[in-house]
């Protein structure tokens, strides 16, 4: 089975620009999370989606946003983009909303470089 | 703000010594989960756990949960090259179910 699958892995951008990254969870998740590593750190929450729902957001600006669509893959936007927003984008995806054991299945993330 | 503190930052040994790993949260953990990632790749689940002083082995790793549930260890045996990777501790638990990570303990193992 396909785990979870992000487009695109690397990505050039220069400052102010705006950027899509996609996420296709694993068949039958309904879940979707997205999180943000900077170089260095753990995994940030950005936003959480169940049922084509926001169910969690973390603390970042306005300027990112998400979605998710009916066959519960996502997208995640970033506008005028800062170098700061520079670093890996990971999505998790995961069946329900509820606490269990398996926890959540990351993909290998968007690399986003902010020039 | 819940914050989780890991150490060592950095660690880097020789194949087939052992090595303990430290977690600390500022408060307590709704659960307990340490995750693996390795270069380029997201973080994988190793162990989920929420009882207060269980111990739960993973063949060459160990993880013990604190019995106030505001620490935890991850012990390995005998540890190998393909152990390598950034550990990291999670809480698992809140409200919306977001994870809340630790800065992690990159670890190397030399042949």
């Known amino acids: 089975d396909a785990g979870v699958t992000q487009s695109p892995t690397h990505l050039i951008k220069t400052r102010g620009q705006q950027v899509t990254l996609r996420c296709s969870p694993i068949?039958?998740?309904?879940?979707v999370s997205w999180y943000q590593q900077v170089l260095g750190q753990g995994p940030q929450f950005i936003f959480q989606y169940y049922e084509k729902e926001e169910r969690g957001r973390g603390n970042f600006p306005d300027r990112f946003s998400a979605r998710q669509f009916p066959n519960y893959s996502s997208e995640l936007n970033v506008n005028a983009l800062l170098l700061g927003d520079s670093a890996l984008y990971l999505c998790a995806s995961s069946f329900s909303m509820v606490r269990d054991s398996y926890g959540y299945t990351f993909g290998s993330g968007t690399r986003l470089t902010v020039v | 703000t819940q914050l989780l503190e890991q150490s060592p930052q950095f660690l880097s040994i020789q194949e087939g010594e052992n090595l303990t790993v430290y977690c600390n949260s500022s408060s307590v953990f709704s659960s307990l989960q340490w995750y693996r990632q390795e270069p380029g790749e997201g973080p994988v689940l190793l162990v989920t756990v929420v009882t207060g002083g269980e111990v739960k082995k993973l063949k060459r790793l160990t993880f013990q949960f604190g019995d106030a549930r505001k620490d935890s260890s991850l012990h390995i045996t005998a540890a190998q090259p393909g152990d390598t990777g950034l550990y990291l501790c999670?809480?698992?638990?809140?409200?919306?179910?977001?994870?809340?990570f630790g800065k992690g303990t990159l670890l190397t193992v030399n042949p």
């Open positions: 999670v809480d698992g638990g809140g409200s919306n179910y977001k994870l809340t």
């Open positions: 068949s039958g998740h309904k879940s």
